[in-house]
């Protein structure tokens, strides 16, 4: 809020509850300083994408209608900070229209379409639903498929490297593709019963009961590559 737009909230409030009006100019512009410092990150107006939207002077008027105590800055600045949380929370980042590959100025990009976000300057995006969350499944379906539909497959490639200790199974599959070497997951594993796409594992058994446990192999079964060989060799003669 601007330095007016504070004066103007700080009149409402006295409006509302009179025993909180300065006593003298002095105290007036001391408390007006006050107010100013600690809402100058707080927006007076912002629009909420399920249409619950934010207004300073409302949630000065909620307080001095609902509490006994004299209003205080951090009685509007902890609702708007909720506010603003919540509206972010349902929020889905666009793309950029800077160059991903520039990841400084594609992060200046997101930041700046973020702090739109929390000034009200522009309507958030509402996310989509995501599995575990309200709807049917058919809707959680959808929306996962429209999100990953929107986001697309591609990401920088320094983003990617950075990423790749943490997600070797995706690694591993990308640079075969870039390599142009059969993809193990292409196929099923005959070995340890793994589905196509799914990682390779080793099965313990316990002696004692004879009860089972899986772990995930960081490389495939000699026999799943085996077959991802003759399968793509199969491809290309087929062709």
């Known amino acids: 809020m601007t330095r007016e737009e504070v004066a103007a909230l700080l009149a409402y409030a006295v409006s509302l509850d009179p025993r909180t009006a300065p006593a003298n100019e002095a105290e ?28 300073a002077s409302q949630a000065v008027h909620r307080h001095i209608a ?8 951090s009685d509007v600045s902890s609702l708007w900070h909720a506010f603003r949380r919540d509206v972010l929370s349902r929020h889905m980042d666009p793309l950029p229209d800077a160059d991903p590959d520039d990841e400084q100025a594609y992060r200046a990009a997101l930041a700046d379409h973020r702090r739109a976000i929390e000034t009200g300057r522009t309507v958030a ?20 498929a429209a999100r990953l539909a929107a986001l697309g497959t591609y990401m920088p490639r320094t983003v990617a490297d950075a990423l790749a200790p943490l997600r070797p199974v995706r690694t591993a599959r990308e640079r075969a593709a870039r390599e142009g070497r059969p993809d193990p997951l292409d196929v099923p594993c005959t070995w340890c019963k793994a589905e196509s796409g799914d990682p390779c594992r080793d099965i313990r058994i316990n002696p004692q009961d004879n009860s089972t ?27």
Request: aromatic letters at 4%; a positive charge; proline letters at 12%.
């Open 66 to 73: 609902t509490s006994p105590y004299p209003i205080k800055p």
């Open 28 to 55: 007036a512009t001391e408390r007006l300083n006050q107010w100013f410092a600690l809402l100058a990150d707080v927006a007076p107006r912002a629009p909420h994408p399920e249409g619950r939207h934010w207004d």
């Open 125 to 144: 995006t509402p996310r989509a639903l995501m599995p575990g969350e309200t709807g049917t499944r058919d809707q959680r379906e959808q929306a996962a």
């Open 213 to 239: 446990r899986a772990r995930r192999r960081a490389k495939p079964h000699p026999s799943r590559l085996d077959a991802a060989t003759a399968h793509r060799h199969a491809q290309e003669t087929a062709v």
